[in-house]
Each structure stands twice: as structure tokens, then as C-alpha cells.
């Protein structure tokens, strides 16, 4: 069992096989509606550092994820610029 910190790839196919390095899991997000849904599962998920992100999500999905970083300092959600 792998005990490491992991980071997770969500966005589009485009944005996670650009970012999808080897070793990162990738989410793949074909219906804005499933992105909170989606998000909120990788929070809480034990070993998961960091979430990039998909900047037109994080955009789309201003207030929510505040709330959702107000209760979960951790992991780390960063928006990267998509494809």
C-alpha cells in the first residue's frame, strides 16, 4: 500500500493528458456539473497534497470552493491554465 502524498490531475481530457505526469492520477471532467462532485470526493481522500485544477473550473466554481478550502485547508487546490 502506498502511504505517499499524491497529487490529482482534474480538467478536461486535454488539460489532464498535458498535465497528467507519470505517477498522478487523473480526473477527467466532461460535464461541468460533476466538477463539484468530483472535487469534493478528492478532498477527502487521505493522502491527496495537492488538486490541479482546470482554471475554467475554479472560475465557473468561484464560491463553492472557497467554502469547500474554508472547511479542507488540505489538500491544496491550484489552478493551472487549461489547453
Known amino acids: 500500500m502506498n502511504t505517499g502524498l499524491r497529487v490529482i490531475v482534474v480538467g478536461s481530457r486535454e488539460f489532464v493528458e498535458v498535465y497528467g505526469i507519470q ?3 487523473r480526473v477527467v ?3 461541468p ?3 463539484m462532485m468530483k472535487l ?3 478532498v477527502n481522500e487521505r493522502y491527496v497534497s495537492m488538486i490541479l ?3 475554467k473550473f475554479l472560475d465557473e466554481f468561484r464560491d463553492e470552493i472557497k467554502r469547500l478550502r474554508l472547511d479542507h485547508p488540505l489538500p491544496l487546490i491550484v489552478g493551472m491554465p487549461g489547453p
Open 23 to 25: 505517477g498522478v492520477k
Open 29 to 31: 471532467i466532461t460535464d
Open 33 to 35: 456539473l460533476e466538477f
Open 40 to 42: 469534493r470526493e478528492i
Open 53 to 55: 485544477v482546470e482554471e
